[in-house]
């Protein structure tokens, strides 16, 4: 499996949002999994930030189709998303959560959101 950079790791002070970052399109996808990891690596004092995954039907319709746990600390959230995937959310090892979650056929972006102007420092990459 290899990661494609949908955001480096640089410190930010307002949300982002991707472009459209991924596929689950046909049947021949079905069982195909994209998995996202969100790595924080400073937040300031009691602000939070957020992964969101939207997903874009075919319409062009934006519907949030997975939000993660506001981060309040340094860590690591990893997101596996696939058609038919349950919702899981177990903590893991080293301050990291891991998510998985269904997402219908079409395409995805990510947002982050930020609780405040302050400034985070995190990344985020997806698998292809």
């Known amino acids: 499996m290899s990661f494609q950079t949908l955001l480096a790791s640089a410190a930010r002070t307002a949300s982002q949002t991707t472009p459209q970052t991924g596929s689950i399109n046909s049947q021949s996808d079905t069982g195909k999994t994209v998995t996202l990891v ?3 690596s ?3 004092g009691t602000d939070t930030v957020q992964l969101v995954v939207e997903h874009i039907d ?3 319709r934006v519907i949030a189709a997975f939000t993660a746990a506001a981060r309040v600390a340094v860590g690591t959230d990893i997101v596996i998303l ?3 995937q349950p919702v899981l959310t177990p903590a893991s090892a080293a301050g990291g959560v891991r998510h998985s979650a269904p997402i219908q056929l079409g395409q995805y972006r990510c947002r982050v959101v930020h609780s405040a102007g302050t400034s985070f420092t995190y ?3 997806a698998s292809d």
């Open 38 to 40: 969100f790595d924080v």
């Open 42 to 44: 400073a937040v300031p």
């Open 58 to 60: 075919q319409a062009g």
């Open 82 to 84: 696939g058609e038919g």
């Open 123 to 125: 990344s985020l990459t």
